[in-house]
DNA sequence: TAGATTGTTAATCGATTAACAATC
DNA sequence: TAGATTGTTAATCGATTAACAATC
């Protein structure tokens, strides 16, 4: 492993090489050349080239790469095969939603507290999770030191969320939340998920384009 | 407004632009520098007036911007005044949270039809819409000719209504699913909403910084 | 061995930042 | 007018693509 310091965009579309190299070993393949997986994936094979070589040789010059070999050295590049812990804030249509569709496991993450304000929602289950009560935050924590936050809280709730969690020693939030974490803590690793941000720029380009 | 084309990492940050103006907005402020905004957002103030620049001279030199104005011009550049018509397929968890959380009409569209395969839904309503059964895709695209699908299907089912859909007309997606349009259909737009490698970042930036 | 394909360096392209003249 | 701040050009930085020697 290169010590340099790994480029954003290289970062993110590693997620998108574990895909499909699962997808390749599940049809069968053993072995894809970079010009191949190129073709397939609607990249160039200089970039998976140079993307891949951040990380080490994982190839053979003249065979290609090994498929299983590859996604394998990449899920452990992705930190896939040491799970954090995870818990969920904000139970409405979104939370549920990402609760049940997720699999957390294959992402790298245990989830192993879900939590609302709401008391009426109290003690309901959901996927082998009791939904607890927000006030019951600081003495989860304490005892569970979660790694990970997930917000699916209303923007105007967030702010203080966040400085709760982050004041208990959560150092990683996926945010479904409009609140900028990182304005106000830059050390703190955060994956923003804004849905309306991601509509508005479809709607520029079918304007635009 | 230009006649270059803009680029994608300019089109990325519109939709934040127009999300700070607007809270400033609220905030009763009426004009603000590039520089205070800047500051504000984490970006440069070079950046926000290249970025600006793209569009058009929406500002004055030794005042700086007025905020109603600029959000104003940047949501017409993103085109939330026209409406765009949607149709929402697959009505699970995700197809429902998607339904109820997000504000379309806020975001240039106007969802005008739910689907799923499954007849046990079909009649249910969700926020004012009745869940139709996908039997009837052909018969409402051809008669409703919407400009948009959002796919909150499963991979495997994605290819075959993504055919049909881009047969009758669809010219825009908007995909939750894992199946990858733009390598079949190169001329569709198509904004990707991935969960799965949106939280494999997550995992990679905590595993490895 | 000969052919194929990597790993890696060099060249190109594009995006961000800096600088400053124009001007409100 | 003087101060402030834009619009815009030039310089820098980083990412992608091209090329090819190394090597399986």
Chains 1, 2 share one sequence.
Not at 76 to 97: E, F, Q, S, V, Y
Request: proline share 3%; aromatic share 8%; with cysteine.
């Amino acid at each position: 492993m290169s010590n340099r310091t790994i480029s954003n965009s290289v970062i993110r579309r590693l997620p998108r090489y574990y895909r499909f190299l699962g997808e390749l070993k599940a049809s069968g393949m053993t072995r894809i050349s970079s010009r191949e997986l190129s073709e397939r994936m609607g990249l160039t094979a200089s970039q998976i080239r140079q993307d891949l070589n951040c990380f080490g040789g994982f190839g053979q010059q003249g065979y290609g790469y090994n498929i299983e070999l590859l996604q394998s050295e990449i899920g452990k590049i992705l930190g896939l095969d040491r799970p954090k812990t995870a818990i969920l804030i904000g139970i409405g249509n979104l939370g549920r939603a990402v609760t049940m569709h997720i699999n957390f496991e294959s992402k790298g993450f245990r989830l192993i507290g879900l939590f609302d304000s709401k008391e009426a929602l109290v003690g309901q289950m959901i996927r082998n999770l009791p939904i607890r009560s927000t006030s019951t935050l600081d003495e989860f924590c304490r005892e569970n030191l979660p790694d990970t936050a997930i917000l699916c809280i209303p923007k105007k709730a967030a702010a203080a969320v966040t400085d709760q969690l982050v004041g208990l020693g959560v150092k990683a939030f996926w945010n479904f939340s409009h609140y900028d974490i990182s304005l106000k803590y830059p050390g703190v690793k955060v994956e923003n998920v804004h849905f309306g941000d991601s509509l508005m720029t479809l709607s520029y380009r079918i304007t635009n384009e």
